[in-house]
């Protein structure tokens, strides 16, 4: 073979996005390391700077020391720019600035944009990152308004207004990071169980930042006319509500004399609603996390673990594969030989693509439950939580997590990277530019199920 014609071993998409999450990680690390940033005026040791950062970068949530009580003014802002970074994406950023600057924008940059949304064509990419960034900084400017003007009443006006601003940002960026520590460490939002404008406010900014992009850019063209969205949104939508609406009704059922004790049928609703959308995956809590019951525990875990919606801050397998894999089962049950919904068929591509994600990601999670129940002494219930939390970039925890031992730690942070990037891409790294070989063997039939 003429080694002119061998293909080069260059950076591709999935591996540049790979590494920039990498390279950000490593920048928040350094700046969390150095004594200005904690309280203490002192280095924060390494392996809990970088599960921080990581855990910011890759919108999760999951904490090994309080945000409030052990990170200064200038840790807090590194963290919450650091989560802006990873929901919208790095590539996103890096072309708003090149639009700020006016700079041309070549084909490649545009490539890298439509692989980190997950857009279906490159078509009009530039005109949807305008859409992406308006339609961010107006969302979560409007949350960080009305959560300010509410959080002014408790903590005054300019300490409000920056609270506002943070837990806006992350609830957007379904970031799980609070400051309300200043009330009690690892509080989250149980001060505001009952809280109503402060439970819209953050549920509103989980399910838009969950949704996705491209849906946003769907609703934006033609309104509210259903008929008239792409298959994906549809699909989105309906996952979404199903998941909202049958996850509250759940939630109040199971946890109406467990968590929601004491609570009047208002605020059971609120703990309800707002327990069922944080778990796809946003990482607040505004009920003892650790008190769930076993059911809550494995109803959160399911949630968990399907997440949010594809190009969006969201993690999890995603909406759009749990409902392909669900109407290609019923398929395969009703002996159909097309997968078809809303009048259109899936392709089989996606069928295969649904799959791999669903059992990459169970795979990943069931090693990291059996590696982390091997060489800790916690409880399955705890760890398959944290696992499910990691993997699906949730940050909910039964309040574990600074109790992990730095192997354990480090098996978490694998998970958060890998559900960030998606771990089909994160495999992709290692195997792109492997090609299939030119022979094809002759199929033979096996017994299946």
Not at 198 to 205: D, E, G, P
Not at 226 to 243: C, D, E, N, S, W
Request: include cysteine; aromatic fraction near 10%.
């Amino acid at each position: 073979m003429n080694p002119k014609l061998k293909p080069k071993n260059r950076l591709t998409q999935t591996r540049f996005i790979c590494l920039g999450f990498i390279m950000i990680i490593l920048l928040g690390t350094l700046l969390l390391m150095t004594p200005i940033a904690s309280r203490s005026h002192t280095v924060t040791p390494f392996l809990d700077s970088m599960f921080t950062a990581l855990s910011a970068t890759c919108v999760t949530g999951l904490v090994v020391v309080d945000t409030f009580t052990h990170w200064t003014l200038f840790g807090q802002l590194v963290i919450i720019t650091l989560i802006q970074i990873g929901g919208l994406g790095f590539i996103t950023i890096g072309v708003a600035f090149s639009l700020l600057l006016r700079n041309r924008i070549g084909l490649k940059a545009r490539g890298l944009m439509q692989e980190s949304i997950n857009s279906v064509k490159i078509g009009g990419i530039i005109k949807l990152a305008k859409k992406i960034l308006v339609g961010t900084f107006i969302v979560e400017g409007t949350g960080a308004l009305i959560l300010g003007i509410r959080f002014s009443f408790d903590f005054g006006f300019v300490r409000g207004m920056y609270y506002g601003i943070f837990h806006a940002i992350s609830a957007f960026c379904n970031g799980g990071f609070d400051l309300m520590g200043r009330l009690e460490p690892y509080s989250s939002l149980t001060y505001y169980a009952g809280d109503v404008v402060v439970n819209v406010v953050i549920c509103s900014l989980i399910i838009i930042g969950g949704i996705g992009f491209v849906v946003w850019d769907d609703i934006t063209t033609n309104g509210l006319h259903f008929k008239k969205y792409r298959l994906h949104t549809k699909i989105v939508l309906v996952t979404t509500a199903f998941l909202l609406l049958s996850g509250t009704l759940l939630f109040y059922i199971i946890e109406y004399n467990n968590t929601m004790k004491g609570m009047n049928v208002g605020e059971r609703i609120l703990a309800s609603l707002f327990s069922a959308t944080t778990a796809r995956t946003a990482g607040f809590n505004s009920v003892d996390t650790g008190s769930l019951t076993s059911a809550s525990k494995l109803l959160t875990c399911v949630l968990m673990f399907i997440g949010g919606s594809p190009g969006s801050t969201a993690g999890g397998i995603k909406t759009t594969t749990i409902f392909i894999l669900v109407v290609s089962l019923w398929s395969g049950i009703t002996d159909r030989h097309k997968t078809a919904v809303f009048k259109r068929r899936f392709e089989d591509d996606a069928i295969k693509k649904a799959s791999t994600v669903f059992t990459l990601n169970m795979f990943l999670a069931i090693f990291a439950l059996f590696t982390i129940l091997a060489i800790t002494d916690l409880s399955l219930s705890d760890v398959m939580f944290e696992v499910f939390s990691a993997i699906g970039t949730v940050g909910m925890t039964t309040g574990i997590t600074r109790d992990l031992s730095s192997a354990a730690r480090i098996i978490i942070m694998v998970l958060m990277f890998c559900g960030r990037v998606g771990s089909l891409s994160f495999a992709l790294t290692f195997l792109q530019g492997k090609k299939d070989p030119p022979v094809y063997y002759p199929e033979e039939e096996i017994s299946v199920g």
